[in-house]
């Protein structure tokens, strides 16, 4: 069975940037489920939260297909922002893989602030500033619910990746 990679931050703090160097890093067998590129395929702009539902359907139907691929490592791009929400929103899928990691991208304001002017999508400052101000780190029902977690703190990411 394949194994999952949940990845927790607010935009801007590098999780799309993590899932495109694990790719170009693992190879084929990694497979990149983004809400953001889910949103811009099903209505054409990455913030549209209009069809939501379907987006939402398509990013845990992708999930199931992927973790076939035994050598998968299935990636779920999303903000994950608080342990409630990363844990509920990965156990209906949750059976289907082998382990279930967490990657928390805990990085500085400024950072993020200026990632997120660099994105083709930027979120709107006062959303971000939302986002950041309720950005919950790693919980102690985490610990419980994933076999692993990374914290994400610095420009490195390479000894994470090599771990996975």
């Given at each position: 069975?394949?194994?999952?990679?949940?990845?927790?931050?607010?935009?801007?703090?590098?999780?799309?940037?993590?899932?495109?160097?694990?790719?170009?890093?693992?190879?084929?067998?990694?497979?990149?489920?983004?809400?953001?590129?889910?949103?811009?395929?099903?209505?054409?702009?990455?913030?549209?939260?209009?069809?939501?539902?379907l987006m939402w359907k398509m990013y845990y139907e992708l999930a199931k297909v992927y973790s076939a691929d035994p050598d998968g490592l299935v990636v779920l791009d999303a903000t994950h922002t608080s342990a409630k929400y990363r844990i509920e929103s990965t156990k209906p899928i949750r059976e289907y893989f082998d382990s279930a990691t967490l990657v928390l991208f805990n990085r500085?304001?400024?950072?993020?602030?200026?990632?997120?002017?660099?994105?083709?999508?930027?979120?709107?400052?006062?959303?971000?500033?939302?986002?950041?101000?309720?950005?919950?780190?790693?919980?102690?029902?985490?610990?419980?619910?994933f076999d692993r977690i990374y914290v994400v703190e610095n420009e490195e990411v390479g000894a994470i990746i090599n771990a996975l």
């Open positions: 069975m394949a194994k999952l990679v949940v990845l927790s931050g607010v935009p801007g703090s590098g999780k799309s940037y993590f899932s495109r160097k694990l790719r170009s890093t693992k190879g084929s067998h990694v497979y990149i489920i983004s809400s953001d590129a889910l949103r811009d395929a099903i209505m054409g702009n990455q913030q549209d939260l209009s069809n939501d539902t500085p304001y400024e950072v993020i602030k200026k990632q997120n002017l660099e994105r083709d999508w930027s979120v709107p400052q006062d959303v971000l500033d939302k986002l950041y101000e309720n950005f919950e780190m790693v919980t102690e029902k985490d610990k419980e619910f």
